[in-house]
């Protein structure tokens, strides 16, 4: 009975052990451990010191486009990496950004769709459909091998009317808030 007992601990453990390290990653970095260690992390992949934005966010190039990085903490822990296009896209380049991006991710067989991922029709007037009817362009994704811990989201945020900014989350589920602090 002791032997049984010892192999069902050991496995659960093995098991809780491996779940916390199977954490999405962002350019193959964990997403995970404190801030200066993300922050460290970013920089060894190229990223710098985004001056007049906050010390926590860096610049660089990310997918062939200038960015903001963020890390994004819950506690002492990162939750989320949130990365912002640097420069405003009008709505035509919006459409295409976006659009590129939900291909890229539904064609990377590190991702799969959280749903069907919906492109931006060429004849849609987003400024329209944001202002009006409170659309959100979002489109979500697992990274692989699945974990409903590892999610990626791609969405179009308004700077102001007919500016718009890319935003993409990879966020770690793990550290996310569980209500111990309500």
Do not use: W
Not at 118 to 123: A, D, F, L, V
């Amino acid at each position: 009975m002791k032997k049984i007992f010892l192999i069902v601990m050991m496995l659960v453990f093995a098991i809780t052990a491996n779940a916390q390290t199977d954490v999405i990653k962002f350019l193959g970095i964990p997403v995970d451990g404190t801030k200066a260690e993300m922050i460290a992390k970013l920089k060894e992949k190229g990223f710098c010191q985004s001056y007049g934005m906050g010390a926590d966010v860096l610049e660089g190039t990310f997918n062939g486009v200038e960015v903001y990085v963020a890390p994004v903490m819950n506690g002492n822990k990162v939750r989320r990496v949130a990365v912002m296009y640097k420069n405003p896209l009008d709505e035509i380049q919006i459409k295409l950004h976006f659009n590129r991006l939900v291909d890229q991710f539904s064609n990377n067989g590190k991702y799969q769709a959280i749903s069907e991922a919906q492109k931006i029709p060429e004849n849609e007037r987003i400024s329209h459909q944001m202002t009006i009817y409170k659309k959100q362009y979002e489109a979500g994704f697992v990274q692989l091998p699945y974990n409903s811990n590892k999610i990626v989201t791609v969405l179009i945020s308004e700077q102001r009317y007919d500016k718009y900014h890319i935003l993409i989350f990879y966020d770690n589920g793990y550290n996310t808030a569980n209500g111990e602090d309500l």
